[in-house]
């Protein structure tokens, strides 16, 4: 069962240009979560998806920033005009329908750079 | 909303010896509180977690955790260190009813340990 997939794993984007960042959850998991981490910093919840609904999306910045969760296909975090302090890790985590006593797995991450 | 204090950001250890990496959250009526691992470069990989029961967790690598309800605490254990456990090392919590994937992390703590 392979884990929760992100790709790419580096992502260069000149300041303005849009980035895309692609999640598939783990097999048989419907909740995605995507978090950012800044430089020396933990990791900040950003996002929390089902498929086809965004559940809790208050720790998304106002502009700029969207997910989506389609039927069918991976979790999409979409970054219009980067700005360099969009530099970060980004980190896609997945859970199964069921919550009871357990815990989200996380993908790899994708480390966005913007020049 | 929950915040998480990790109280060390860096810790160096020399191996074998034991370490004691310390967290504590903001009360709330219940919680759920983890400890993940993250090596350079990496995703996280959950460590251990405390959902209910015992106040004393069991995790892999034979870290361990206990819950201190009066203390607000989550330290993380180990008796014996080895260079392979250098890492950042995140604490991490939700609230009780909420989601497993919708978690407020530490600033982490880098764990270093030398020959």
């Not at chain 1, 700005?83 to 357990?102: E, I, K, M, W």
């Not at chain 2, 400890?35 to 350079?40: F, L, S």
Request: a positive charge; aromatic letters at 12%.
């Amino acid at each position: 069962n392979a884990g929760v997939m992100q790709n790419p794993r580096h992502l260069v984007r000149r300041r303005g240009q849009e980035a895309r960042l692609r999640c598939s959850p783990m097999k048989g998991h419907s909740h995605v979560y995507w978090y950012r981490q800044l430089p020396e910093e933990g990791l900040k919840f950003m996002v929390y998806l089902q498929k086809e609904n965004i559940i809790d999306e208050s720790g998304m910045p106002k502009e700029r920033f969207s997910a989506e969760f389609p039927k069918e296909g991976p979790s999409i975090l979409r970054i219009q005009q980067v700005v360099r302090g969009d530099s970060a890790a980004y980190f896609c985590a997945s859970s199964p329908p069921s919550q009871a006593n357990t815990e989200a797995f996380f993908g790899q991450g994708t480390r966005l750079t913007v020049v | 909303a929950q915040s998480v204090t990790q109280l060390d950001s860096q810790v160096p250890v020399f191996e074998e010896a034991p370490v004691e990496l310390r967290c504590n959250y903001s009360s709330s009526v219940s919680v759920y509180l983890f400890w993940y691992v993250q090596y350079p470069n990496q995703g996280l990989q959950l460590l251990l977690k405390y959902l209910s029961g015992s106040t004393l967790v069991k995790g892999i690598n034979g870290f361990e955790a206990e819950f201190n309800k009066s203390q607000t605490s989550f330290h993380l254990r180990k008796p014996s260190v080895h260079i392979s456990d250098t890492a950042e090392y995140f604490c991490a919590v939700t609230e009780g009813g909420s989601t497993l994937g919708r978690l407020y992390f530490g600033r982490g703590t880098q764990l270093t340990v030398w020959p």
